[in-house]
């Protein structure tokens, strides 16, 4: 459970658990079933069914408490004693949930190379934002997420330096651009203070917009006080202000205006084309974006190949002199990003290009199976279409399920059988919304609740 401790009573197979510190509702998780533990660090333990301990021991052993001493350094004392992680069934149809004490995550984590553990660095933010000063409000979820991300950024910049980190925001900067292509850019959910009321599906809430929009709004604030460590500072003072309590967006800005009294005088908050008001109320894509460029030391060999791999006859003497074996997940995610982007690819380049990185085409990470499958749906590569099907009746992850689905209804007709097929297959492992998710997209009639 969600607890500082825990006990067990032998006679009647009771467990006794205590969480000593107050929480919202939302934080009260309970998991029942055959789980076992293993330690990996001094105040973590992995948890999950007894046929996965092994792999959850092996990729998270002793890369914990390295993430959490940095958020320590960053925004202050973590405070809720342990930090364990549990593994949930496939199922599952969200990345990770930050429940205090206890992340539950989804098994795709478990990749086998350590490859998507800082997926783990964005729960453990929520340590301090969400958990620790919480949005009162579901209309205000970037209170939660945006800091969250830019707390995630901070600890990656710290363990794996800025080119690295700003590549994996180039990344989350691609999925805002694809969701607001999806839904409209002046889409009213589009806007970091969202209204939720009746008609509106709260579900619906839950997109990129609250995550890397509210990450722009939070680099913004950043970018106005121009000094890293002053800022870091204003999170300590703020984490440490709000702690334990609900707040709301306008009680996070006024406490910056008065952190800050010389940025208040000089009326930052209404500065024309970045007004506050307009971040939090107005749809559409941020006012402003952080500068990624230390990120280009990794992006630029990856657009050159993309180019390369985009053209009508290969110039396969250019294309094997680039070496991605040390290339790192987000380097490869990067990289198939902008191969998606110029898909359709010329006839026979997609086949060629499978069979030059099996390292891709065969790959296990969830991140980069992901992104091969849309390649092959829209290269419309039918000797793949295997791999596809067998990504989604491996894992029912909403992140992963749903832009598959999509790209297979605005493919062809043998895609969009396949769609028909995969789901009549699947759906009864689908969690409930994403199963309505999916009929949505497949134009399917879905059961009011």
């Known amino acids: 459970m969600s607890a500082t401790t825990w006990e067990k009573q032998e006679k009647d197979n009771t467990f006794i658990f205590k969480m000593s510190q107050p929480i919202p509702s939302y934080l009260i998780a309970l998991a029942v079933g055959d789980i076992v533990s293993a330690e990996v660090g001094p105040r973590s333990r992995v948890w999950a069914e007894p046929c996965l301990i092994e792999a959850a021991k092996k990729e998270y052993d002793g890369v914990i408490e390295e993430f959490l001493a940095v958020g320590e350094k960053l925004f202050g004392p973590y405070v809720w004693g342990r930090y364990d992680i549990l593994f949930m069934p496939p199922s599952f149809p969200f990345g990770g949930m930050e429940n205090p004490c206890i992340t539950f995550v989804t098994p795709c984590l478990l990749a086998g190379d350590r490859s998507l553990v800082d997926v783990i660095i964005h729960e453990i933010s929520h340590s301090w934002f969400g958990n620790l000063v919480t949005n009162a409000t579901w209309g205000e979820f970037w209170l939660n997420e945006g800091f969250t991300m830019y707390a995630q950024r901070r600890i990656s910049t710290e363990v794996y330096g800025s080119a690295y980190t700003c590549l994996e925001a180039a990344t989350g900067r691609a999925l805002l651009r694809q969701h607001m292509d999806n839904t409209g850019e002046d889409h009213p959910l589009n ?253 399917l009639e879905v059961a009011e609740n």
């Open 191 to 443: 806007k970091l203070r969202v209204i939720i009321e009746p008609g509106v599906n709260p579900d619906d809430t839950y997109n990129e917009t609250p995550y890397e929009k509210g990450y722009c709004f939070v680099s913004y604030l950043a970018h106005l006080v121009g000094d890293q460590s002053k800022f870091d500072a204003f999170l300590q003072a703020y984490v440490n202000q709000f702690k334990f309590q609900s707040i709301t967006a306008d009680d996070a800005l006024d406490f910056f205006l008065e952190y800050f009294p010389e940025l208040k005088k000089k009326g930052v908050d209404s500065l024309p084309g970045f007004e506050f008001d307009r971040w939090l109320n107005t749809p559409g894509w941020p006012p402003y974006l952080p500068d990624l460029s230390p990120g280009e030391q990794l992006m630029k060999p990856a657009d050159q190949l993309a180019e390369l791999w985009a053209a009508d006859s290969l110039n396969m003497e250019a294309i094997e002199a680039v070496d991605i074996s040390a290339w790192k997940t987000y380097q490869l995610v990067y990289f198939l990003d902008q191969i998606l982007q110029k898909s359709p690819l010329p006839e026979g380049n997609v086949e060629r290009l499978s069979e030059m990185y099996p390292k891709i085409s065969k790959a296990q990470n969830a991140e980069l199976r992901l992104r091969w499958c849309q390649i092959v749906l829209k290269n419309n590569h039918e000797s793949e279409y295997s791999k596809v099907k067998d990504f989604l009746h491996s894992q029912v992850g909403r992140g992963y399920t749903l832009p598959i689905y999509r790209a297979m209804w605005s493919g062809s007709e043998s895609a969009r059988a396949l769609a028909m097929e995969t789901f009549s297959a699947t759906a009864p492992q689908l969690h409930v919304n994403v199963q309505n998710y999916v009929k949505k997209i497949l134009g």
